[in-house]
């Protein structure tokens, strides 16, 4: 019987590693105001999730922080199901938040002739039933003009 159990276990693990898994793709694609308070401020973000694999991947949330310049913008998180259809995507939208002093290290960094604006957006699709959380982290670089041109 324990010969039979270890069969059955090597052969679903040869089975599992004959599959690839390309990893999903997860950008910030937009930012919208929200109404905010003088300590908080509160925005809307609008995320797309990319599925490259023929299977549907569905999630049970999302948390994500969203790093400007090196440092902490916004965090927000989601307890809304997710479902990215097989080799598509679909736009998960998020209610964030970032408090004053987040901003003013912000404006710190700008003063200072800062010429772009890295930025770095990570976080977590949370698995659903026996299917593991993913974690992801996108970088990239806008164009910063301060106002009055220098």
């Known amino acids: 019987m324990t010969r ?4 059955i276990l090597c ?4 089975a599992g590693g004959c599959t690839t898994y390309q990893p999903l793709d997860v950008a910030l694609v937009g930012i919208e105001p929200l109404p905010s308070s003088m300590l908080e401020q509160r925005m809307r973000l609008q995320v797309r999730v990319l599925n490259p694999n023929d299977r549907v991947f569905d999630a049970s949330g999302l948390s994500l922080q969203l790093n400007v310049n090196g440092q902490r913008l ?3 998180v989601t307890s809304e199901p997710i479902v990215v259809p097989r080799l598509g995507e679909t736009r ?3 209610e964030a938040s970032t408090t004053l002093f987040d901003l003013a290290r912000q404006f710190l960094v700008l003063r200072d002739g800062a010429q772009a604006l890295s930025y770095e957006v990570e976080g977590k699709l949370h698995g659903k039933g026996l299917r593991p959380d993913i974690s992801f982290s996108k970088r990239g ?5 301060p106002a009055g041109g220098r």
């Open 92 to 94: 998960v939208f998020l």
């Open 141 to 145: 670089q806008a164009p910063w003009a």
């Open 11 to 14: 052969l679903a693990t040869f």
């Open 74 to 76: 916004a965090q927000a």
């Open 4 to 7: 039979l159990i270890t069969a």
